[in-house]
C-alpha cells in the first residue's frame, strides 16, 4: 500500500512521460545520487520520510546498493504528508553541501516515530553538521525550487503516491520482497535495457 497522492496515468502513457522526462528523473543535478554515479543501471526512489512504507523501504535500498556496485540510487525528495514532511525534506537537502545527506537520509528512516523538524535538527547535530549552516539553507530559495520541482515531475509522471519506484525506465510496483523485485528489476534491465531512455 501506498500514500495516495492526485493523479493518475494510464501504463502507455506514463512509459511515454518518463521518457520525456528522463533528464530530470534520472540526471538531475538538483537529486542526490547514492551507489555508483556512475553505475550502469538506475533506480529513482521518491519518498517521504513520514511514509511508513518509504522507512519500511529504507533498509532494502541500501542493501541493493552495499551488494550491486554498480546501481545509481537517484533520491527524490517528495513530502507530501503534511508540514512535518516539508521541513524534514528541506533540513535533508540542506544536508547536502555538508555531505552527510545520506546519512541523515538513513537516520532519519531507522528512528521511529514521526519525522519532524526537531528531531531532524537532532540527528544533523549528532552526524556533526554545522547548525548555523543547515537551518540558514533550509529556507533557501533554492531548496523551495527542488521541491518544486520534484513535485511537478511526480505529477508529469503519474506518481500516485509514495514510496514510488523506477527501476531503470520501469515502475516498480508493489509487493513483497522489495528487495529480491529491485534487484530482479535490475537485472532485467541489465539483461534487456530500458524501453526508452533511463
Same mark, same amino acid.
Given at each position: ?5 492526485? @493523479?493518475?496515468?494510464?501504463?502507455? !502513457? ?6 520525456? *522526462?528522463? /533528464? ?8 542526490f545520487v547514492a @551507489?555508483?554515479?556512475? @553505475? =550502469? #543501471?538506475? +533506480? #529513482? ?5 513520514? $511514509?511508513?512504507? $518509504?522507512?519500511?523501504?529504507?533498509? =532494502?535500498?541500501? &542493501?541493493?546498493?552495499?551488494? =550491486?556496485? &554498480? ?6 525528495e517528495?513530502? +507530501?504528508?503534511? &508540514? ?23 537516520? %532519519? ?42 513535485? &511537478? ?5 503519474? +506518481? ?5 519506484? %523506477?527501476?531503470?525506465?520501469? #515502475? ?9 523485485? %529491485?534487484? !530482479?528489476? #535490475? /537485472?532485467?534491465?541489465?539483461? *534487456?535495457?530500458?524501453?526508452?531512455? $533511463?
Amino acid at each position: 500500500m501506498a500514500y495516495e497522492v492526485t @493523479g493518475h496515468l494510464r501504463s502507455a !502513457q506514463q512509459e511515454q512521460e518518463i521518457a520525456a *522526462h528522463a /533528464a530530470d528523473i534520472y540526471r538531475s543535478p538538483t537529486s542526490f545520487v547514492a @551507489g555508483n554515479p556512475e @553505475g =550502469d #543501471v538506475s +533506480v #529513482v526512489a521518491f519518498l517521504d520520510y513520514n $511514509c511508513p512504507f $518509504c522507512r519500511q523501504g529504507a533498509p =532494502d535500498l541500501a &542493501k541493493l546498493i552495499a551488494t =550491486d556496485g &554498480k546501481v545509481r540510487l537517484v533520491l527524490k525528495e517528495l513530502p +507530501v504528508l503534511g &508540514k512535518d514532511s516539508e521541513d524534514v525534506a528541506r533540513i535533508a537537502l540542506a544536508s547536502i553541501p555538508q555531505g552527510k545527506y545520506f546519512e541523515l537520509h538513513q537516520r %532519519l528512516f531507522a528512528e521511529p516515530g514521526r519525522a519532524t523538524k526537531a528531531k531532524a535538527l537532532r540527528i544533523a547535530s549528532e552526524l556533526g553538521l554545522d547548525m548555523g549552516r543547515l537551518e540558514a539553507g533550509m529556507d533557501d530559495p533554492a531548496i523551495t525550487a527542488i521541491l518544486l520541482e520534484n513535485t &511537478k515531475l511526480a505529477k508529469d509522471i503519474g +506518481v500516485r503516491g509514495v514510496p514510488f519506484y %523506477l527501476v531503470g525506465d520501469r #515502475v516498480l510496483g508493489e509487493g513483497k520482497d522489495l528487495y529480491g523485485r %529491485l534487484a !530482479q528489476g #535490475v /537485472a532485467d534491465i541489465r539483461a *534487456h535495457g530500458c524501453r526508452n531512455t $533511463c
